[in-house]
């Protein structure tokens, strides 16, 4: 170094001193700078390493969104500078307002951080700021829990009706309420439907993991008007498309409110799409004597135990099969058709 470089940092120092900081204080942020990654850095790299563990693309944007929008103001920090004053500054504004999102939030930053820490980015004694236990649980009101309610049905008596008017309608939104209530499905496996699901040879809809809230391929028996759906959307959109019920996008399926925004057009906005699941159940166990695994089954549930299930490997597609079958006849009106069940009227016992 020459003389005249030392005078420049020895004034550089003394500038320092004047401010009231401390000049070695000063270098060593200046070199940590350079070597720890900031928030955004490890948080991008974490949801890359994990992503491919993840039953779905959606939980990655999600974990993408909250972890660029709500932390703007912690992204450019260097991850081992991140204070319980940062994190407040994320949380609060959505803490009472939106205490999902502000909880899910909190349990991803503390994720973030202790990945930090477990990769060497982090060093010394140190407490995770995100952490609600001994932490943030002395500073924030307990978060509240989401209540949920249920999701508002028509009696299943009703839904013959309700299928013949939902039958006047031609639209696409019309076609796949219509699959949705024969078959029983969420509306996000049906409007998700891809041509390639069909099995037509053998009747059915094999929906693969990675599109089932239970992380397990869902097969489900077509019955006839099942099955009569599928070929008049064939018959009107053709495979050009990838999805059966395709949307207004090109490349992309019907919006998940087509359905609900037609129910309100129908006039029928006490009840829900998700809602018409628990009127097939209702039938299911009032007017059947349909065994309770084999209706959870039909509605794609988990059902008995790890133990059970793991004695019980069949799917019981038969017997799903005659419980489809005997829905679409009820909900297409025939209520006199013959069904490998025993089939009992709302207010009476098994026939003979």
């Not at 209540?147 to 309608?169: I, K, N, S």
């Not at 008007?225 to 599928?230: C, G, I």
Request: include cysteine; proline fraction near 6%; aromatic fraction near 6%.
């Amino acid at each position: 170094m020459s003389l005249a470089q030392a005078r420049e940092k020895a004034a550089a120092a003394r500038a320092l001193l004047a401010q009231g900081r401390n000049p070695l204080e000063e270098k060593a942020k200046a070199v940590n700078a350079t070597t720890v990654p900031t928030f955004a850095e490890v948080a991008d790299a974490f949801i890359a390493a994990r992503e491919p563990s993840w039953r779905s693309t959606k939980h990655a944007r999600q974990w993408e969104m909250t972890l660029t929008r709500y932390c703007a103001a912690i992204r450019d920090t260097p991850v081992d500078q991140v204070t319980t004053a940062d994190v407040l500054s994320v949380l609060t504004p959505l803490w009472n307002t939106r205490p999902e999102t502000g909880s899910r939030l909190r349990g991803r930053v503390e994720a973030i951080l202790d990945a930090s820490r477990a990769a060497g980015h982090i060093a010394g004694p140190w407490n995770n700021p995100a952490a609600w236990r001994g932490h943030l649980a002395h500073i924030l009101p307990k978060p509240r829990k989401l209540v949920r309610g249920h999701h508002a049905a028509l009696p299943y008596a009703d839904v013959p009706d309700f299928l013949a008017e939902l039958r006047q309608r031609r639209s696409t939104a019309a076609k796949a309420l219509e699959f949705t209530i024969l078959t029983a499905a969420r509306t996000g496996e049906a409007l998700g439907m891809t041509w390639g699901e069909i099995d037509w040879d053998r009747t059915l809809w094999i929906v693969p993991k990675s599109r089932m809230k239970s992380g397990r391929q869902h097969t489900v028996p077509l019955s006839g008007p099942a099955l009569a759906v599928l070929r008049e959307m064939q018959g009107i959109r053709g495979e050009n498309s990838e999805f059966v019920f395709p949307g207004l996008r090109c490349g992309k399926p019907l919006s998940n409110m087509g359905m609900e925004m037609l129910l309100r057009r129908m006039g029928r906005d006490s009840i829900t799409v998700h809602g018409f699941r628990s009127s097939f159940r209702d039938w299911a166990a009032e007017c059947t004597s349909t065994p309770n695994h084999v209706a959870e089954m039909a509605l794609a549930h988990v059902v008995a135990s790890a133990t059970e299930r793991a004695y019980r490997r069949g799917d019981l597609l038969e017997q799903r099969r005659a419980l489809m079958d005997a829905w679409a006849a009820f909900v297409e009106g025939d209520r006199d058709t013959v069904v490998p069940f025993s089939v009992r009227s709302r207010g009476g016992s098994p026939p003979p």
